[in-house]
């Protein structure tokens, strides 16, 4: 059974940005991950987030959704160690992470497969 939990954007401007950061800390292996994501200072923008490791245990695979956010947008984002307050580096590098295109709709949906196992000892944010 996926773990479940609630993340916020940290947004760095009046508007979400693509640079939002989610916190999340594992407190054990992963075996799936879900996290719900949810709109800061009022923004009605919301998703999940799940983190699950690769068949062969070596790496993770990464995909986020988001919805009622601006149509036409892009979100670039990332998984950084780390946490919103004291920032760390991106996990698994920058070229993993394609942009998230919120559609007409204002729906969007990214996903990453980075080469390297999330540790269970370390803190990430999105």
Sequence with gaps: ?????????MALSAALVGNSAVLFA?????????????GK?????????????TKDGAG???SVTL????????RP??????????GGGVVGGGR???????????QGAGKATLAVALADTTTYYV
Excluded: Q
């Design 41 to 53: 200072d009022g923004r009605k923008v919301h998703g999940t987030a799940t983190v699950t490791p």
């Design 96 to 106: 993993a992470y394609a942009p998230i295109v919120i559609s007409d709709k204002g």
């Design 60 to 62: 993770t695979e990464v």
């Design 77 to 86: 984002w990332h998984i950084h160690t780390g946490s919103c307050e004291k």
């Design 1 to 9: 059974m996926p773990r479940r939990t609630t993340f916020r954007w």
């Design 26 to 38: 594992l407190a054990r292996p992963i075996t799936d991950y879900v996290a719900t994501l949810a």
């Design 67 to 74: 919805a009622d956010d601006t149509p036409g947008a892009t």
